[in-house]
């Protein structure tokens, strides 16, 4: 009896037929959802994959992780069938999971002989083991990619792949809030298995989120459509409600659940670093699933700060007024982003302002009006990263506060990156970080788009040595030049 339930079980969790079925795909598990909170939210969590979780659903969103993440899941079936998931994720784009499902063992039968008497048992195990990256193209846009190598064994037969998955993410820039997702997974080639090749489920899958607050707290509704090779089109929705900021509310549709009604619930708990998860998912006739996952956060993708030392020399200096040469009206730069002060000059008085970061900024001058005059302002950077912090905006809002009092004006807004790495990349976090501070810009101060020029150099124009640490930091910036006339 115990073996019937078994294969049984077998079946409703993948949904569809087995591998062990004629015409069925092998390597059915990968179907399975793990973590508790995208179980919760019926597995519509393509969207919304910026943690951990994110290579079984859309490698991209490695790209939007912020801090280091670790979670760990125990799911304990029927009749002795368990599932192990553990998954990372670092705030530099790179992550890898391990999830291993065990049917347990039961005793061999024949035609001839069906109690098994003297046969011994068998049994069937799942793996798969993913290694994956992501990278934020622009503010708005990332990709993904995860390898997972993948092993199915029945009895003495095992199968054994290495597969891919793709993915992109895009946060609509014109809705706060709202961001789709794509992804096509277990991409590879045919596999031997029990005597026959065998396609890999491939799958494809598109899901929107929209995140909300309400109260102050972030609502969430998520929905995704899957089309599996050998299925239609399969539905799943998610809601997230948080009525205070430690506990969240679950509730979704996961349309791949055959066993029942497809509904599922489930909450989270956060606690300083910590969060747990619980999501309960009935299975019809052979009971509910249950699972419990834990999930911890630590550190920053930010440089932590250095001992404070000598501020540098300003790279701009006052010029020489002339009637064919323009005059620096004001200047900044700063010092290595690593440090927790900021160097601003203002070159018409020659006064040197040295602050923290997110100290109010002295006002600009006004620009004059009888001779050409250029205003530039250096933004810095981490490594790897082109987001605007928060100590940043208030440099930005200097630029917006020009362009605002002389809407004739246009600015130029240039990203550069130290020699760290392949230049191709660094042509596109040069171009990435000049869209951050355009977005910025256009967002939150309503600057018209004609009116900002975009460029991305690489590591092309360093403005200081690419040998040492503080000269890499001040390549890494994004410069705002306005030119105005006379």
């Given at each position: ?452 020029k975009l460029s991305g150099f690489g590591s092309t124009r360093p403005i ?23």
């Open positions: 009896m115990r073996g019937a339930w078994l294969w049984i079980l077998v079946l409703l969790l993948s949904g569809r037929s087995f591998a062990a079925s004629a015409g069925g795909e092998p390597f059915d598990f990968l179907f399975l959802d793990a973590n508790a909170r995208p179980v919760a939210l019926g597995g519509a969590y393509t969207a919304l994959a910026a943690d951990a979780n994110a290579l079984l659903y859309n490698p991209a969103g490695l790209a939007q992780v912020a801090r280091h993440e670790a979670t760990f899941m125990h799911n304990q079936y029927l009749q002795g069938i368990s599932q192990e998931y553990a998954a990372f994720a670092s705030p530099y784009g790179w992550g890898a999971n391990l999830n291993f499902l065990s049917f347990g063992n039961v005793t061999k039968t024949t035609m001839s002989n069906p109690d098994g008497s003297g046969l011994g048992q068998t049994g069937l195990t799942d793996l798969a083991a993913t290694l994956g990256y992501g990278l934020a193209l622009t503010r708005s846009l990332s990709l993904g990619l995860g390898v997972k190598y993948i092993r199915e064994t029945i009895d003495n037969t095992v199968g054994s792949v290495w597969a891919a998955d793709v993915g992109a993410l895009y946060a609509v820039p014109l809705l706060d809030g709202l961001t789709l997702g794509a992804a096509l997974q277990n991409v590879g080639p045919t596999v031997r298995f029990q005597g026959a090749y065998e396609n890999l489920p491939l799958n494809a899958r598109a899901g929107a989120a929209y995140a909300f607050k309400i109260n102050g707290q972030e609502q969430i509704l998520s929905v995704d459509m899957s089309k599996e090779r050998s299925q239609g089109l399969i539905p799943f929705a998610g809601v997230e409600i948080r009525l205070l900021a430690p506990l969240a509310m679950r509730v979704g549709y996961n349309g791949r659940n055959d066993a029942g009604i497809g509904v599922t619930a489930g909450f989270g708990v956060q606690w300083e670093d910590w969060s747990i998860d619980y999501a309960f998912a009935p299975m019809g006739d052979t009971g509910d699933a249950h699972r419990i996952s834990a999930t911890l956060r630590w550190g920053s993708g930010r440089a932590k700060p250095q001992p404070v030392q000598a501020a540098p020399t300003p790279v701009i200096s006052t010029v020489t007024a002339a009637s064919e040469q323009p005059q620096v009206v004001a200047a900044s730069t700063a010092v290595p982003t690593a440090l927790a002060i900021r160097v601003t000059t203002d070159t018409l008085t020659g006064r040197r302002i040295i602050e923290s970061p997110c100290a109010v900024l002295p006002e600009l001058p006004a620009p004059p009006t009888d001779k050409p005059a250029r205003l530039l302002l250096r933004i810095p950077f981490t490594p790897d990263q082109s987001d605007i912090s928060a100590c940043d905006q208030a440099e930005i809002r200097r630029v917006a506060d020009l362009l605002q009092a002389s809407p004739q004006v246009k600015a130029a807004i240039e990203g550069h990156a130290d020699n760290s790495g392949l230049e191709w990349w660094n042509q596109i976090l040069s171009q990435s970080r000049a869209d951050s501070v355009r977005n910025a810009l256009v967002q939150n101060f309503a600057i018209a788009p004609s009116r900002l200081d040595t690419n040998e040492t640490v503080e000269g890499r930091a001040k390549n890494r910036r994004v410069e705002v030049v306005i030119e105005y006339g006379p």
